[in-house]
């Protein structure tokens, strides 16, 4: 039998963990991370939300306009970075799926990154693909992980 992989991610960390045999427990093959993104996350979240302000603005014709930004530099370089590791987590699963390490493949992430990770995942890999879960268990328990894709212990 082929190994499992699960892919657990977010923005800027992936843990794949895998399963050789059916009841066999998971375990860790690789983590990725972005170290940027983690690094800057904390700061760019504060400083996008810091430019949100609720006040007025007046237009250059002296009319009050609205002043809620919806968009900031800060939640720009948050996509821009989701995005990059987004890339280089599809491009480590299509360079492992060639040197033939896993068989099938099941994805857990956040709706937003999960989406991003579709995108980016190349054809060959999305065939493997059994199954996808919209939710962040990145930092659940390899057992707690192994009971939300096998529930009958397969």
């Given at each position: ?31 990725l ?19 949100r302000?609720?006040?007025?603005l007046?237009d ?17 370089k ?40 579709r ?36």
């Amino acid at each position: 039998m082929d190994p499992i992989w699960i892919v657990l991610a977010d923005e800027g960390r992936a843990r794949i963990l895998a399963r050789d045999q059916p009841g066999a427990d998971l375990v860790e093959v690789e983590e990725l991370t972005d170290a940027a993104a983690h690094a800057d996350n904390a700061d760019l979240r504060r400083d996008a939300y810091g430019r949100r302000g609720g006040g007025e603005l007046a237009d250059g014709g002296g009319r009050r306009m609205g002043g809620n930004a919806t968009a900031s530099a800060g939640e720009e370089k948050l996509d821009h970075e989701a995005e990059l590791f987004a890339r280089r987590v599809a491009k480590w699963l299509l360079e492992a799926h060639q040197k033939g390490r896993y068989g099938e493949l099941r994805l857990a992430a956040a709706p937003r990154f999960l989406g991003r990770l579709r995108k980016q995942i190349d054809p060959q890999v999305a065939k493997l693909i059994a199954e996808e879960v919209d939710k962040d268990l990145l930092h659940d328990s390899p057992r707690d992980v192994a009971q939300r894709f096998f529930p009958s212990g397969s």
